[in-house]
């Protein structure tokens, strides 16, 4: 819209056209007030009764909250008013009523449950405390695409439709593509795996994956967003390097860039950018660990995978992000190496929030037989993933990556209780739509 100015730039002396939504109408007799709201914030509006034109002040004051209105109108000082300004209007035009009937209200006064407020996100996202979860969220993802970029990373967009899965059958989504069967991919694995081994090198996507997980919990979701990397010539160790610098820089921008937002959100005084090094912990230490916080029922043995409230006690116990490194092979995926000295233990990796698992990554196998043994090994036919497994023939150097929960990130950063919070449509076992 020309010509338009947004509240928070309205300044004083001036005459301006805003445009927004009615966000409150207060009308105290001689006297009335209309706040209207933007994606800057709110500005009020002053109708003085017995000075101004009469279909003016009617038009002003008969509107429906949440209509879509532009106000014209010289700008004052007014310290009484919530933002310092007001504006005295010249004219006002309706551009869009809203139904007087609100599923929710966006003002805040008066919450809503969740699923209501799923039902009706552009009316959530009327809210300032949600809206500025998108914000972050937003900064969060444009600081990773940078930091990437620093360290030498070429993005890249990996099919979502695929021929075959990667985690196992049992999460993946099938569809139907031309009357042959095909799948939602559960994750770029195999596809950066491919890139890493040509002239790109180190590449990461930002995109979805698909996971058709029956539970239902505040930190599932059956689509969610996945920051991966991949890079050649990297091992275990330097891929933990890179998305510790990754969420350093996340975390770094926002709290460098959204200062407003975390106030909005009562963070202001506790967001903490992770300074330290993320301390690395072998699996073996964190089970040792776990067991002597007296948090568990049964004592955990080698082999064991780590239940959650295990990972709970031990992220209480540290304190800060971590990683659980030198995992039995046995639990982590095929495609990841093992340790030279001990095929017991694989490179693999998981960063840890104190809440929750938000990485895994690892080595990877680069070395053909072992790769096709691997899938033997775990049930798959290796014919299968030709396409993939034949570039291993043709010079693949050893590489490691690694993929990044966005919406973990975004919650656990915020402090956030359900991950449907960082997400704008969620995907779970009762939500297709909208
Ligand atoms: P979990 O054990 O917590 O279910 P996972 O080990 O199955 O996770 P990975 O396959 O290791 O998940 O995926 C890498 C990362 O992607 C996870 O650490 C997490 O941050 C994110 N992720 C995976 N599955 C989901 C999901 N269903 N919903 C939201 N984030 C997910
Ligand atoms: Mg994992």
């Given at each position: 819209m020309q010509d338009r100015t947004y509240t928070a730039e309205a300044e004083p002396g001036e005459t301006v056209t805003v445009a927004g939504w009615v966000h409150e109408v207060r009308d105290l007799g001689g006297i009335a007030f209309l706040i209207l709201r933007d994606t800057t914030g709110q500005i009020q509006v002053k109708f003085q009764k017995d000075e101004m034109d009469e279909d003016l002040v009617e038009t002003g004051l008969g509107v429906s909250r949440e209509s879509v209105i532009t106000v014209t109108?010289?700008?004052?000082?007014?310290?009484?008013?919530?933002?310092?300004?007001?504006?005295?209007?010249?004219?006002?035009?309706?551009?869009?009523?809203?139904?007087?009937?609100?599923?929710?209200?966006?003002?805040?006064?008066?919450?809503?449950?969740?699923?209501?407020?799923?039902?009706?996100?552009?009316?959530?996202?009327?809210?300032?405390?949600?809206?500025?979860?998108?914000?972050?969220?937003?900064?969060?993802?444009?600081?990773?695409?940078?930091?990437?970029?620093?360290?030498?990373?070429?993005?890249?967009?990996?099919?979502?439709?695929?021929?075959?899965?990667?985690?196992?059958?049992?999460?993946?989504?099938?569809?139907?593509?031309?009357?042959?069967?095909?799948?939602?991919?559960?994750?770029?694995?195999?596809?950066?795996?491919?890139?890493?081994?040509?002239?790109?090198?180190?590449?990461?996507?930002?995109?979805?994956?698909?996971?058709?997980?029956?539970?239902?919990?505040?930190?599932?979701?059956?689509?969610?967003?996945?920051?991966?990397?991949?890079?050649?010539?990297?091992?275990?160790?330097?891929?933990?390097?890179?998305?510790?610098?990754?969420?350093?820089?996340?975390?770094?921008?926002?709290?460098?860039?959204?200062?407003?937002?975390?106030?909005?959100?009562?963070?202001?005084?506790?967001?903490?950018?992770?300074?330290?090094?993320f301390p690395r912990l072998s699996y073996e230490e964190a089970i040792e660990r776990i067991n002597a916080t007296g948090e568990l029922e049964e004592q955990l043995v080698w082999g064991d995978d780590l239940p959650t409230e295990g990972e709970k006690a031990l992220g209480e116990d540290v304190g800060t992000h971590y990683f659980i490194t030198d995992w039995p092979s046995e639990i982590k995926p095929f495609y990841i190496m093992d340790h030279e000295e001990d095929e017991q233990l694989s490179t693999g990796f998981d960063l840890m929030h104190p809440r929750m698992e938000l990485v895994s990554g690892g080595q990877r196998e680069h070395r053909y037989e072992e790769l096709v043994d691997g899938f033997e090994q775990q049930g798959l036919d290796p014919d299968a993933f030709e396409y993939y497994t034949k570039m291993f023939k043709y010079g693949m150097p050893p590489h490691a990556g690694w993929g990044l929960g966005g919406e973990r990130l975004v919650m656990t950063m915020l402090g956030l209780e359900n991950i449907r919070e960082a997400v704008l449509f969620p995907r779970d076992r009762q939500r297709l739509s909208p």
């Open positions: 109108g010289a700008v004052e000082e007014e310290p009484r008013a919530p933002t310092g300004v007001e504006i005295t209007p010249e004219s006002v035009e309706v551009v869009a009523a809203a139904d007087p009937e609100l599923p929710l209200d966006p003002s805040g006064k008066v919450d809503a449950e969740i699923s209501t407020r799923l039902d009706n996100r552009t009316l959530d996202l009327r809210k300032e405390e949600v809206q500025a979860i998108f914000e972050i969220r937003a900064e969060a993802l444009a600081a990773i695409r940078a930091h990437f970029r620093e360290v030498g990373c070429t993005e890249i967009n990996t099919p979502k439709i695929v021929a075959t899965g990667t985690e196992g059958g049992t999460e993946l989504f099938p569809i139907t593509y031309f009357g042959q069967e095909a799948f939602m991919n559960q994750s770029p694995q195999l596809f950066k795996q491919l890139m890493a081994g040509s002239s790109l090198e180190r590449v990461f996507e930002i995109g979805p994956i698909f996971r058709a997980e029956e539970h239902n919990t505040p930190r599932h979701l059956n689509e969610a967003t996945s920051i991966d990397f991949e890079g050649a010539f990297c091992d275990h160790q330097e891929a933990m390097d890179v998305v510790e610098g990754v969420v350093k820089a996340a975390y770094e921008a926002v709290a460098e860039e959204c200062s407003e937002e975390l106030e909005t959100l009562g963070l202001a005084d506790e967001f903490e950018v992770p300074e330290e090094a």
